[in-house]
């Protein structure tokens, strides 16, 4: 998908106003789970959700996959073409391009695993881009087993006999025996792109292209398979996402405020981009009315997003 041009399609989605009222912090809680060490090369955090209220409403940014167990409530994600998917019991989110909204009737529980670009690689199979954009049973894409796996967990987490805790545990077990091996070659080429995407707001294409040791062609085709997006589209992306982190901060040092500015090409610029990837206008990304949201878009959920030098993993 290309999204350069229009930006209209999103408008009634990612509306600033009352159209779409999000549930105030207040009444939910998440709580993040680190990955034990042999699988935080494929998981960058574990979490679960909880909101007790009859209705919740709020925005997914832009992001990798997710394996997700909702064992209460139900509803719908809104993408930007309109289509709307339903939640299961399991649920498989792909990468998604751009932000999207949800809405469901509570309350609503949801343990699940935030999957790095080669977690979704080697837990799926699949090419990013081509499964791109979608909520769907996990099951079918991943097989019956998961399916079985998540409604046992969902069963037993409402009946009370295991914690969101140790339902994460029996879905980092699941991910440990299903992971299949990535080439060599493409791993180095994922690392690479992370260590890319974390070098700059705003990273150039010919400095990819030297970190990588393939063709430029080969490089757009491969990226595009394991994050969704050819790398400049990735770059705009990822570069949304983290100044999203940065403005969400109580202040901002000289330094982070001059790379933002010089990142985008003005004020509105920023705002459009922001508006796309995070599904919010700066002005909105402190408001206390936007929980989920502040809590994804959290420093700490872009870990596979740092250079080789600072230790983070692909």
């Known amino acids: 998908m290309d999204f350069d041009g229009d930006f209209s399609a999103l408008d009634s989605v990612f509306d600033d106003g009352d159209s779409f009222a999000l549930t105030p912090q207040s009444l939910f809680e998440i709580d993040y789970i680190a990955p034990p060490a042999d699988l935080s090369d494929y998981v960058t955090t574990f979490y679960h959700f909880r909101c007790d209220e009859s209705e919740v409403r709020d925005i997914q940014p832009a992001s990798i996959g997710w394996l997700a167990l909702f064992p209460l409530g139900k509803g719908t994600m809104r993408f930007a073409d309109g289509r709307e998917d339903p939640n299961y019991e399991t649920n498989l989110l792909t990468p998604f391009s751009v932000a999207a909204p949800f809405a469901m009737k509570g309350p609503v529980h949801s ?14 199979g699949l090419h990013a881009a081509e499964y791109g954009n979608r909520l769907v049973r996990a099951g079918k894409l991943l097989g019956e087993e998961i399916d079985t796996l998540g409604a046992r967990l969902c069963e037993r987490y409402r009946n009370g006999d295991m914690s969101g805790s140790e339902c994460a545990a029996a879905l980092g077990d699941y991910i440990r025996d299903k992971v299949s091996p990535v080439s060599g070659r493409h ?58 982190a940065l403005l969400s901060f109580p202040s901002l040092t000289p330094e982070y405020e001059a790379q933002i500015g010089d990142a985008f090409y003005d004020q509105s610029h920023m705002i459009r981009e922001l508006r ?39």
């Open 111 to 124: 343990i699940g695993a935030a999957l790095s670009p080669l977690g979704w690689a080697a837990l799926t």
């Open 187 to 244: 791993r180095r080429l994922i690392r690479a792109t992370n260590d890319w995407l974390g070098s700059s707001l705003n990273p150039q294409l010919d400095d990819l292209l030297e970190r990588a040791n393939y063709s430029e062609r080969q490089v757009q085709r491969l990226v595009e398979r394991y994050f969704g997006l050819a790398p400049t589209a990735l770059a705009r992306k990822y570069r949304a996402l983290r100044t999203a």
């Open 276 to 314: 796309l990837f995070v599904g919010r206008t700066p002005a909105r990304l402190t408001d206390d009315d936007s929980p989920f949201l502040s809590e994804m878009i959290d420093p700490k959920n872009f870990r596979e997003l740092r250079p080789a030098h600072s230790g983070g993993s692909a």
